[in-house]
């Protein structure tokens, strides 16, 4: 079984940056894509970005040229660097593996975190 702890998260004027992490410990040796969704208040949860044990990203549209996903195999921690920040952005930050090479679907992420605040706003 897998434990994933985020940190993190807070509250941050729109233009501003956050840097979220996420480390797995427990059995991680099956782990191998890991990814980042969020859940907006009334909304669904939704994809951020995803990477592959081998550095291969995948991105939601909306947040595109000002998030970047990265990890440390070593550490088994997964990061996601967050600029330009927008009020839309608000929303509760989740990071989740696969035992799957790629995995773009939350049915394919077995081990979820517990969430993070991420709120934009002046």
């Keep these: ?5 985020e940190s993190g998260g807070g509250l941050v004027q729109p233009g501003g940056s956050l ?9 991680t040796l099956g782990i191998n894509a890991m990814g980042w969704y969020r859940q907006a208040p009334g909304k669904e949860r939704e994809l951020v970005a995803t990477i ?5 990203t995948n991105y939601a549209d909306s947040v595109k040229g000002r998030f970047t996903i990265s990890r440390d195999n070593a550490q088994n ?5 967050m600029n330009s920040l927008k009020p839309e952005d608000t929303a509760v930050y989740y990071c989740a593996v696969s035992s799957y090479a790629y995995a773009d679907n939350a049915a394919d992420f077995a081990s979820w975190g ?3 605040q991420v709120t934009v706003s002046s």
């Design 19 to 27: 840097r979220l992490s996420c480390a797995a410990s427990g059995t």
């Design 52 to 56: 592959t044990s081998g550095g291969i």
């Design 114 to 116: 517990q969430g993070t």
């Design 1 to 5: 079984q897998v434990q994933l702890v």
């Design 77 to 81: 921690t997964v990061y996601l660097q």
